[in-house]
């Protein structure tokens, strides 16, 4: 079974300063997808980026990167210059690669609330 | 393109009675799902649907009920709501586009309360 640990319940970080989110899982299958979401207040999940995990790359999206350890089953989550918009929820998620039922089907963490201070 | 469309956002219900929250997706999209998502924890996927007449249950599904009679749609029930279903629901469609991608879009949930 897939597992997502996410062991930060806070983190607080100031203004312009760059915040590192841990996310690490476990699973068996060779091909599988990791995800980051944001859930501001307002309650919608903002989907944020996405590694592969035959993707070479640590996955880019703006200010936010994705650094994939594949040995160390880690895949968190970098946000640089945080801004005060950037204060929400954060999930780390993750889907098996084979297509199929379970290849839609995400398994979430519990979550990291990041507060930006000015 | 309204994307995953969710109704109703808000409800409040009282114990027993029945109740259906509505999915609708307008991208063709052949897989859709159901989650709920309690307070400290992340989203638990209820069930799932791989194409229209086929649904599977996920991690939580007792007390609900699936159907997907048409490709767009994937309504979920709750039969006799109980306190333990308050909950925030999200609905999600997605397709196969290899390992590669995000092909996952969420709706904007439903606030489920049950008194």
């Known amino acids: 079974a897939q597992k997502i640990t996410q062991t930060q319940p806070g983190m607080f970080v100031q203004e312009k300063e760059a915040v590192t989110l841990d996310c690490t899982y476990d699973?068996?299958?060779?091909?599988?997808?990791l995800f980051w979401y944001k859930q501001p207040s307002s309650g919608e999940m903002i989907f944020l980026i996405y590694?592969?995990?035959?993707?070479?790359q640590n996955a880019t999206e703006g200010r936010y990167s994705l650094n994939f350890q594949k040995a160390r089953k880690s895949a968190n989550l970098v946000i640089s210059a945080s801004q005060l918009g950037d204060s929400a929820m954060y999930f780390c998620?993750?889907?098996?690669?084979?297509?199929?039922?379970?290849?839609?089907?995400?398994?979430f963490g519990k979550g990291t609330l990041l507060t930006v201070n000015p | 393109n309204a994307g995953v469309t969710q109704t109703p956002k808000f409800q409040v219900l009282k114990t027993g009675q029945s109740m259906t929250l509505q999915c609708a997706q307008d991208m063709n999209h052949e897989y859709m799902s159901w989650y709920r998502q309690d307070p400290g924890m992340g989203l638990r996927l209820i069930h799932y649907s791989v194409g229209a007449g086929i649904t599977d249950q996920g991690e939580v599904p007792n007390g609900y009920n699936v159907s997907r009679s048409t490709t767009e749609d994937f309504p979920l029930r709750l039969l006799s709501a109980a306190p333990s279903q308050t909950s925030v629901y999200f609905c999600a469609s997605s397709y196969w586009a290899g390992s590669s991608g995000n092909t996952i879009y969420f709706g904007e949930g439903s606030w489920l309360t049950v008194v």
């Open positions: 998620a993750m889907r098996e690669g084979r297509r199929g039922g379970s290849n839609y089907k995400l398994t």
């Open positions: 699973t068996s299958d060779q091909s599988y997808g």
């Open positions: 590694q592969g995990s035959y993707d070479e």
